[in-house]
Each structure stands twice: as C-alpha cells, then as structure tokens.
C-alpha cells in the first residue's frame, strides 16, 4: 500500500526507485498493490514499511 498522496498510477515500468536498504532497482510490473522490482528478495524489515522509498526521475 502506498501512505504517500502519490498515486500509483504515475509509477510505470522501467523507472528507477531506491530502497532504504536494497539500493536501486527498477520496478518490473505491478500486481495489484504490489510493485515488483528486479533484483535478489528485499528485506521487509530494512526495505518495508516505514523505510521511505525513493524515486529517481530525470
């Protein structure tokens, strides 16, 4: 689930986000309110809710 205002729908395939703890991936494709990203599993407690994910827009 997203808490920021931010709606899913401006996040679309190939961008770029940073996870606190995982670093940068790129968001794969999107089943329901889960948004997949390549790369190894991500850490719930270092990666998740409430770590802050970050975009990179150019």
Do not use: C, N
């Amino acid at each position: 689930m997203f808490d920021d205002p931010l709606p899913q729908s401006l996040l679309i395939p190939g961008m770029m986000v940073e996870f606190a703890h995982g670093g940068a991936r790129q968001i794969v494709t999107f089943r329901g309110s889960e948004v997949w990203v390549t790369g190894e599993a991500l850490d719930p407690v270092m990666d998740g809710y409430p770590q802050a994910i970050k975009l990179r827009i150019k």
